[in-house]
């Protein structure tokens, strides 16, 4: 026997029951700082689509670690790949070569707009290395003194000190301040603000170096970017030689049916951040960048963890398998097939929902502003009835499953909304 197998073997250290540990949520909060709220129940294995609790409870997975289990759960290919690795070498200081690095860093590249990328471990960090870059490419190549960078109203780029200032939601800033200085802010899809919005801050050494802006937003309500808002914002930035930057972060490694949320809008960004599917649940970040835009030198930038080893061969089989299972294809009929669900269900109830909105398995289902009901209740009257759904802020319901996902479990689960809506809201 091998030692690993030897330790594996060991019940005691291998799978402690969830039965023996303090069933107590109490407990967890006494030790866990209470930065979420979270719901009473704690998730102890999944396959696929489905997860089970520890009470052994099952439930049809449309959460997907918001947006993150491309693969959904336990996938084979993931499995193997990140035994595999670790069984060779899980991690090593980026003073060295990393040849998984490499290869992860060329999928990107060959099925996106990008030349180059740099690696990292979260979608904050990924969208602070773009702040870094477009300001030292505004100081070095724009001759900007005082780069301002323009994000969106309602948008979400992470919790750094740098991405809550780029996240224009009061909520997420209050008592953080003072905040990182050399952002403003425009409403989304609209391009007269935005166009205002640039006049007003150039001024002297103070002018716009970037803009960052999602493609679709996701925390801010599941909201797809418009065409022409899009067409508009590429054109100001290629006459001005202000960079666009799109957070794809939650849009981006096939969610939308694209490989990129960009591309559903006919323009390419000068950067874009990936994160949250890009390993399918393995923590990674990324910022890739045309090659024009890319003044970083040595001693710029760095992440100890960032594009390990491990984290890359997992997301290289993860790219891999959405490839061979040709998961874009079933991320855009499955889309298709749950929104055309979704709006059955709200026409039924136009009192209640207003809007179902989305491209591929990122959709969201809007609530009327005057409806007694919250996102929130729904979401936990869901999973009541064993189906896991997000919110994306107080009136708007998020459905991100894997991108697995089959045709039954997208039935299944506009049946259960169905269920949860009769039962608790009468039409
Ligand atoms: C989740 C998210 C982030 C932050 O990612 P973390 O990995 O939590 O830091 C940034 N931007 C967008 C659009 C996101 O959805």
């Not at 599941?222 to 006459?239: H, N, Q, S, T």
């Not at 298709?336 to 026409?347: C, G, V």
Request: aromatic share 8%; glycine share 8%; hydrophobic share 40%.
């Amino acid at each position: 026997m091998s030692p690993t197998e030897a330790i594996l073997n060991n019940s005691a250290v291998a799978d402690t029951p969830a039965a023996a540990r303090p069933d107590d949520f109490a407990h967890f909060d006494n030790y866990v700082m209470t930065t979420y709220g979270r719901f009473p129940i704690a998730i102890e294995r999944g396959e696929g689509c489905r997860l089970w609790d520890t009470e052994g409870r099952e439930y049809l997975d449309f959460v997907a670690g918001i947006a993150t289990c491309t693969l959904g759960h336990a996938h084979p290919a993931m499995v193997a790949a990140a035994t595999r690795q670790i069984q060779k070498l899980h991690h090593v200081s980026n003073f060295y070569y990393i040849p998984q690095q490499g290869d992860l860093a060329q999928w990107i590249v060959d099925r996106s707009c990008a030349d180059r990328v740099f690696f990292c471990s979260s979608g904050a960090e990924a969208n602070e290395a773009a702040i870094k870059l477009a300001r030292k490419y505004a100081h070095t190549v724009l001759d900007i003194k005082y780069p301002t960078i323009l994000t969106a109203q309602k948008s979400f780029h992470g919790r750094t000190l740098a991405t809550i200032t780029a996240t224009a939601q009061p909520k997420y800033q209050e008592n953080f301040d003072p905040l990182v200085p050399g952002f403003a802010y425009v409403p989304y899809n609209d391009i007269t603000a935005l166009e205002d919005a640039i006049g007003d801050i150039d001024e002297g050494d103070r002018r716009v170096g970037a803009i960052l802006i999602e493609p679709l937003q996701g925390e801010g309500g599941v909201r797809p970017g418009d065409l022409d808002y899009f067409l508009r914002l590429r054109k100001i930035c290629d006459e001005t030689g202000i960079l666009l930057i799109c957070d794809e972060v939650q849009t981006g490694v096939g969610r939308t049916g694209k490989y990129w949320g960009y591309e559903n809008l006919g323009i390419e960004p000068d950067i874009f951040t990936s994160a949250k599917g890009l390993a399918g649940g393995i923590p990674i970040g990324a910022m890739a960048c045309k090659r024009s835009c890319d003044v970083f030198e040595p001693g710029n930038h760095a992440s100890t963890f960032g594009g390990n080893p491990f984290a890359c061969a997992v997301a290289l089989a993860v790219g891999q398998t959405i490839e061979r299972e040709d998961l874009l294809t079933n991320a855009r009929a499955r889309g298709e097939q749950l929104r055309t669900r979704l709006r059955a269900i709200a026409q039924q109830r136009p009192d209640v929902f207003v809007d179902v909105r989305g491209w591929g398995l990122i959709d969201g289902m809007e609530i009327a502003e005057e409806a007694e009901l919250t996102s929130i209740e729904v979401v936990k009257a869901a999973m009541e009835r064993g189906l896991l759904i997000a919110p994306a802020g107080p009136k708007v319901l998020r459905f991100v499953p894997p991108l697995t996902v089959s045709a039954e479990d997208i039935d299944r689960a506009a049946d259960i909304l169905t269920e949860v809506l009769d039962a608790n809201y009468a039409r």
